[in-house]
């Protein structure tokens, strides 16, 4: 199994910018791909973005393109969220997620961390 631990959310007004962490632990060898999602309150899971574990090749939700950024340090086993130009409709509770299976099956997340945008 592989285990992940999230870091790096708080408070930030719009426009400004946050970076989240997402360290993995365990069978880190197996993973395929990390994840980021975000759910708000009264809202279902939204997925935000994913990078390649390998490689590295990202893809992004349109909501979300060209303002967040996900990068990876295979030698830390972490993966970053950059989130610039944040807007009020961003707060919600971020969470990092592991492929293994390749097929966009996340089996392991972490806790959440929160990030509040004030207008």
Do not use: H
């Amino acid at each position: 199994q592989v285990q992940l631990v999230e870091s790096g959310g708080g408070l930030v007004q719009a426009g400004g910018s946050l970076r989240l962490s997402c360290a993995a632990s365990g069978r880190t060898f197996s993973i395929y791909a990390m994840g980021w999602f975000r759910q708000a309150p009264g809202k279902e899971r939204e997925f935000v973005g994913r990078i390649r574990w390998s490689g590295g090749r990202t893809y992004y939700a349109d909501s979300v393109k060209g303002r967040f950024l996900i990068s990876r340090d295979n030698a830390k086993n972490t993966v970053y969220l950059q989130m610039n130009s944040l807007k009020p409709e961003d707060t919600a509770v971020y969470y990092c997620a592991a492929d293994l299976t390749g097929i966009g099956q996340y089996t392991s997340w972490g806790q959440g961390t929160q990030v509040t945008v004030s207008s």
